[in-house]
């Protein structure tokens, strides 16, 4: 079972930026699309991005679109969502894993705290 490791969270001013990191065990994330989702107090888990692991292009959700870029470290089996120009309402934890149906993900782990204020 991929055991994944979210890191990269902290506190930061808006209009700041943040690189997270998400980093496996007991498989390759290479292997599969992978995707970045969030979770702000009181609200469901929202898709972030994604990232193909066959040609690498990369999906964008409205609300990140322009401001936060996803990509691929193989060599350290990483995958990375850089955050600029954030903003207090990306505000979450963030996660990553399998971007497939729920069923296919893996167990969650354990997330990186994003704050964003003054």
């Known amino acids: 079972q991929v055991q994944l490791v979210e890191s990269g969270g902290g506190l930061v001013q808006p209009g700041g930026s943040l690189r997270l990191s998400c980093t496996a065990s007991?498989?390759?994330?290479?292997?599969?699309?992978i995707g970045w989702y969030r979770q702000a107090p009181g609200k469901e888990r929202e898709g972030v991005s994604c990232?193909?692991?066959?040609?690498?292009?990369?999906y964008y959700e409205d609300y990140v679109e322009g401001r936060f870029t996803v990509s691929r470290d193989n060599a350290k089996n990483s995958v990375s969502l850089q955050m600029n120009s954030l903003k207090p309402e990306d505000t979450a934890v963030y996660y990553c894993?399998?971007?497939?149906?729920?069923?296919?993900?893996?167990?969650w782990g354990q997330g990186t705290q994003v704050t964003v204020s003054s």
């Open positions: 990232i193909n692991n066959s040609d690498g292009s990369a």
């Open positions: 007991g498989g390759r994330l290479d292997d599969y699309n």
């Open positions: 894993n399998r971007n497939s149906g729920p069923s296919y993900r893996w167990a």
